[in-house]
């Protein structure tokens, strides 16, 4: 069954730490994995997603496909990443999507 | 520059009340989608629709029904509301670059 677990519901980090959201996953496939985010009072926006292999924003996020995790990565947050970001896949046809339950990542001064 | 358009922000309806979402979009997309979105639940998917008057249903389409008549607008509709379905609803539709999301009706039962 396809499942997206993200194990931390709040992560808090001071300003210029670095920060990782962890993703993992069940598929049975080879899926396509996307990191979401929702900024305050904002539409859910497309973060980045792995077969572009780009960094949005300074974020990276590296599909294991061996631990089976899509985690994103930023070396020094910023207080403007704080935000409500979800992980997220879908089949090669892009039908349907599967999203995690969401990390809340709140970077303080 | 908006692409997918909720007609309603925010909603108050009674219990026992029909309720219409409605989501628009632009984009030509075959493929839309309506997710609730509750905190610590994340996304849940109602129901999508891949093509016009084609519907299938979701993760959790108890309470919902929906309707395509036009390959643009995707309408969610509440039979008769209830507390529980207190939420934010969200369309979206998609190809193959990912989702693109209305902004969200934010729907209180009272």
């Known amino acids: 069954a396809q499942r997206v677990t993200q194990p931390e519901k709040l992560l808090s980090v001071f300003k210029g730490a670095p920060v990782e959201l962890k993703c993992n996953y069940s598929y049975s496939g080879s899926p396509e994995l996307f990191w979401y985010v929702q900024y305050s009072r904002q539409r859910l926006q497309l973060l980045l997603r792995h077969i572009s292999r780009e960094s949005i924003k300074g974020f990276t996020a590296d599909l294991n496909k061996g631990e089976t995790s899509f985690h994103l990565k930023k070396p020094f947050a910023q207080e403007e990443d704080s935000a409500m970001y979800y992980c997220?896949?879908?089949?090669?046809?892009?039908?349907?999507?599967?999203f995690g339950s969401g990390t809340k990542l709140n970077v303080k001064p | 520059d908006v692409k997918v358009t909720q007609s309603s922000r925010y909603l108050v309806k009674r219990t026992g009340e029909k309720v219409f979402l409605e989501c628009v979009q632009d984009m030509d997309h075959e493929n839309m989608f309506w997710y609730r979105q509750d905190p610590g639940l994340g996304l849940r998917l109602i129901y999508f629709?891949?093509?016009?008057?084609?519907?299938e249903k979701g993760d959790i389409p108890e309470g919902y029904s929906v309707s395509r008549e036009k390959k643009e607008r995707f309408s969610l509709i509440l039979e008769s509301a209830s507390t529980n379905q207190t939420s934010m609803y969200l369309c979206?539709?998609?190809?193959?670059?990912?989702?693109?999301f209305g902004s969200g009706t934010r729907l209180t039962v009272v």
């Open positions: 979206a539709s998609s190809y193959r670059d990912g989702y693109t």
């Open positions: 629709s891949y093509d016009v008057k084609m519907k």
């Open positions: 997220a896949l879908s089949g090669h046809n892009f039908n349907k999507f599967y």
